[in-house]
């Protein structure tokens, strides 16, 4: 099946600095890959999403790039202000079979 | 569109009892769904796809019979967590969504097993 690994765990940047995540992905038939961002005790919000066939997506300071021959997908977010502060986790998916990666803690110090 | 609502949100409960968790689509007819069960600082963890009107595909390592799963409607799927033990407890999720799409989460179930 499919196995999602995402780095790095936990990444501190400063207000206004940018950040990456990065998610390495097993199958090749997967097709679909969101990002979500949790907050302490909230449920998870898809922030921004790509198909196998679109290499990048931006929305405002978030987006997303994928490279479909070497199995990675990754998230940028510039600007970066404090409220961006919370756990991203990326997935992986093929038809329904969703799978996680383990999630980073991202902090942004004012 | 695609709201999921999922209750109760949090409970507390005795060793052996059982609990009950409601998953929603209110907006929109949800073929199949998703259990997900969260620890502390972890990721979310698939336990089984609910799928209406036969029965939940199960991941590995998750006991059928200790977490119940029932999708009797388009709108709506349980999971029962039977004889739960103190060990069982966790931050339960459920999500819907249209296939190939984003999913949309319920807002989660915090048991806790005494």
């Known amino acids: 099946g499919e196995n999602v690994e995402q780095h790095p765990s936990t990444l501190s940047v400063q207000e206004g600095d940018s950040a990456v995540i990065k998610c390495t992905y097993s199958d090749s038939a997967s097709n679909y890959f969101p990002w979500y961002k949790q907050e302490l005790g909230k449920r998870p919000q898809l922030i921004i999403d790509i198909r196998s066939n679109v290499g990048e997506k931006k929305d405002q300071r978030i987006a997303v790039t994928l490279n479909k021959t070497a199995k990675h997908f990754s998230l940028h977010i510039t600007e970066t202000q404090p409220e961006d502060s919370a756990v991203y986790f990326c997935?992986?998916?093929?038809?329904?079979?969703?799978?996680f990666g383990a999630g980073t803690r991202l902090t942004v110090k004012p | 569109g695609a709201v999921v609502s999922q209750h109760p949100s949090w409970v507390i409960c005795k060793s052996g009892t059982s609990v009950k968790i409601e998953c929603r689509s209110l907006?929109?007819?949800?073929?199949?769904m998703f259990w997900y069960r969260q620890f502390p600082k972890q990721s979310l963890m698939l336990m089984a796809t609910s799928n209406e009107g036969s029965k939940a595909t199960y991941e590995q390592g998750v006991e059928k019979d200790k977490f119940l799963i029932n999708h009797a409607s388009l709108t709506l799927s349980t999971l029962t967590v039977t004889s739960a033990h103190p060990e069982d407890s966790s931050f339960y999720i459920c999500?819907?969504?249209?296939?190939?799409?984003?999913?949309?989460f319920g807002s989660g179930t915090r048991l806790t097993v005494v």
């Open positions: 907006d929109f007819q949800a073929t199949t």
């Open positions: 997935a992986a998916s093929r038809g329904n079979d969703m799978r």
């Open positions: 999500s819907a969504g249209l296939r190939g799409s984003g999913y949309t």
